[in-house]
């Protein structure tokens, strides 16, 4: 899991914008990096997601066999929690949740949390795989 804090980054003009640019007061769009090519391995985009988490519910704990997911929180607070280790996320906060990385995610306010998401897969036909919390490992 890698965590991206939104509120710690600082905007920059768009890599097609020129600041310089005379008369020009200021870039047209400015960008927070939240992740780059780096952060992600070859594959195909799976999906993209506009999501909805209703109040004080969870979804189910899962994993994905060959996709990455980025979640990008539109709003907050949540909990997610990747591989037993559970942060909390706010509005422009993201989170990168590898393949084989069990998670869930709960909304912990009284309002209907949104957020995007989208998946990064091998195209190799992996499953996602519900996990039961009620079996546990010794």
Excluded: C
Aim: no cysteine.
């Amino acid at each position: 899991m890698k965590v991206i804090r939104g509120s710690e980054l600082k905007f920059e003009a768009s890599s097609h914008e020129n600041p310089n640019k005379p008369g020009v007061l200021k870039p047209g769009v400015l960008k927070r990096v939240l992740a780059t090519k780096g952060d992600f391995f070859p594959g195909q985009t799976q999906m993209v997601n506009w999501a909805k988490l209703p109040a004080r519910s969870s979804f189910q704990p899962h994993y994905h066999e060959d996709m990455l997911e980025v979640f990008i929180m539109l709003g907050g607070p949540v909990e997610i929690t990747v591989q037993q280790q559970s942060v909390q996320l706010q509005r422009g906060d993201a989170v990168l949740v590898e393949a084989r990385e069990t998670h869930s995610m709960t909304n912990l306010t009284d309002d209907d949390v949104e957020f995007v998401v989208f998946g990064i897969s091998t195209g190799e036909g992996g499953k996602t795989v519900t996990v039961d919390e009620s079996i546990k490992e010794n």
